[in-house]
C-alpha cells in the first residue's frame, strides 16, 4: 500500500514520541536529532523562506520524515560546493528545495526498513512540494548514501569529502596519537608541548553554558569572515541555535588568563562527537588552538567511551595529518524550471569555513 504523505510546516505539527521512534529505528545521524531540526527552524543560520516536514504514514505510524528548506539559490551555497559539484548558480532569485541544510554533512531519508516504497514516495514528494513552490530545484545535500538517492528525476554529483575516526580501535587519546601519520604525531606532541608550557587550559563542556558560549559564537564568525564566507556562521543566531540544541552540544573552550582565545562547537549523540564550528586566533598563544581543540575533543570522546569522531569538511591536509580519514559525500539534485540564458560566475570554494 502506497503509503500517505503530509507536509507540516512546523515541526511541533509532528508527534514528537513518533518521531523520536523513528529517528532511533532509522539510525539517522545527529543532524535529525529533533532538537537540532527545532534549532535550524527557529534560529536559521541561512534565510530561509520555508522549513517544511514531508512525512510519510502507514496508517497511523510515521514510516518516514524528511526536513526539506525552501531558500534562494544565493544563500543556500555559501561555500560554493553546489556551484562547483552540480553547476547550480544563482542567476536571479530562483529557489532550491534541499534537504539538509549546508551545515549537515550526513544527509539521509529517515525512514524505517519495514516500511517499502516509503523513501521513494517521499523523494517523489520532495519534487512535488518544490514544483509547486515554483523552486528551480531540489535534491538532497551533503548525501552520505548516495547509491541509495534513488528517483529517475534526480542526478547524483560528487560534492565534498567529509573527515571521520574510528576511536574504538584505540584503547586511549596516546594510542591514538601513536597512531598517527609521522608528521602529524610530531606535530601533535609538538603542539601539546607548547600548550602545557603556556599555562592555558582546554576543557569540554556540557550544558548549560554561561556567555563563554556567545564569546565562542562571535570567534566563529570572525574565523568564517576571515575565509570569505562571513554570512556562514552568524553569532547571535548561532549561539541561539546552540542553546536551542540544549543536552546534544558541546563547547569546546581554550582559556588563557581568564579569557576565551579560541573555541569549538560539537555535538555528542549516541557514540559520536562531532566537532562542528571553529572559532580560532593564531596572535593570542604559541601554540595551534585548532590543533589544540581537537586534542582536547578527542581526549573528552575517549573518556566518555565514544566510538566514531567526526571532524567535519574541508581543510583536508590537517584533518588526514589529525588522522580523521575521508568519506565521499554526494548531492541529488533534480532541476524543475530552465534557468535564464547568462553568463554563470565562477564558483569558489573557500580554504576552509570554520571547521568546513
Known amino acids: 500500500m502506497k503509503p500517505r504523505i503530509e507536509v507540516f510546516d512546523s515541526l511541533e ?38 522549513t517544511l516536514y514531508l512525512c510519510a504514514y502507514e496508517g497511523d505510524e510515521l514510516a518516514g520524515c524528511l526536513p526539506a528548506y525552501l531558500q534562494r539559490l544565493a544563500a543556500v551555497d555559501p561555500l560554493g560546493l553546489l556551484a562547483r559539484a552540480a553547476q547550480v548558480r544563482a542567476r ?5 528545495l534541499f534537504s539538509h541544510m549546508m551545515h549537515c554533512w550526513d544527509s539521509s531519508v529517515p525512514c524505517l526498513e ?12 520532495l519534487l512535488d512540494v518544490a514544483a509547486r513552490e515554483g523552486a528551480a530545484y531540489a535534491g538532497l545535500l551533503n548525501l552520505g548514501e548516495a547509491a541509495r538517492a534513488g528517483g529517475s528525476r534526480l542526478r547524483l554529483h560528487p560534492l565534498v569529502e567529509r573527515y571521520d575516526a574510528q576511536l574504538g580501535l ?7 596519537v601513536r597512531a598517527l601519520p609521522s608528521d602529524g604525531r610530531a606535530e601533535m606532541r609538538r603542539q601539546l608541548r607548547k600548550f602545557e608550557a603556556s599555562g592555558a587550559s582546554a576543557q569540554v563542556l556540557a550544558p548549560p553554558f554561561d556567555d563563554r ?13 576571515r575565509r570569505g564566507t562571513p554570512h556562514y556562521f552568524p553569532a547571535a543566531p548561532l549561539a541561539r541555535f546552540v542553546r536551542l540544541c540544549g543536552d546534544l552540544a558541546r563547547l569546546v573552550l581554550i582559556q588563557a588568563q581568564g579569557r576565551v582565545i579560541s573555541g569549538m562547537i560539537g555535538w555528542q549523540r549516541r ?23 581537537f586534542a582536547a575533543a578527542f581526549r573528552h570522546a575517549f573518556a566518555h567511551g565514544l566510538q566514531r569522531f ?11 595529518r589529525l588522522g580523521l580519514s575521508p568519506v565521499p559525500l554526494q548531492c541529488a539534485i533534480a532541476r524543475l524550471a530552465p534557468l535564464p540564458r547568462t553568463a554563470p560566475p565562477p564558483a569558489r570554494v573557500p580554504a576552509s569555513a570554520a571547521l568546513d
Open 13 to 50: 505539527r509532528v508527534d514528537r514520541r513518533s518521531y523520536q521512534t523513528l529517528h532511533d529505528a532509522s539510525r539517522a545521524s545527529l543532524f535529525y536529532d529533533w532538537r537540532f531540526l527545532l534549532a535550524a527552524e527557529r534560529s536559521p543560520l541561512l534565510p530561509t523562506q520555508k
Open 92 to 96: 536571479g532569485g530562483e529557489s532550491g
Open 114 to 125: 519495514t516500511a517499502g516504497g516509503v523513501r521513494e514516495a517521499l523523494l517523489d514528494a
Open 170 to 176: 584505540f584503547d586511549d587519546f596516546d594510542h591514538y
Open 213 to 225: 558560549l556567545e564569546q565562542v559564537c562571535e570567534l566563529c564568525f570572525r574565523t568564517t569572515a
Open 271 to 293: 557514540d559520536t562527537f562531532c566537532l562542528w564550528s571553529a572559532g580560532v586566533t593564531y596572535d593570542q598563544s604559541d601554540f595551534s588552538p585548532y590543533t589544540i581543540c
Open 310 to 320: 567526526e571532524g567535519g569538511r574541508l581543510n583536508e591536509r590537517i584533518k588526514r
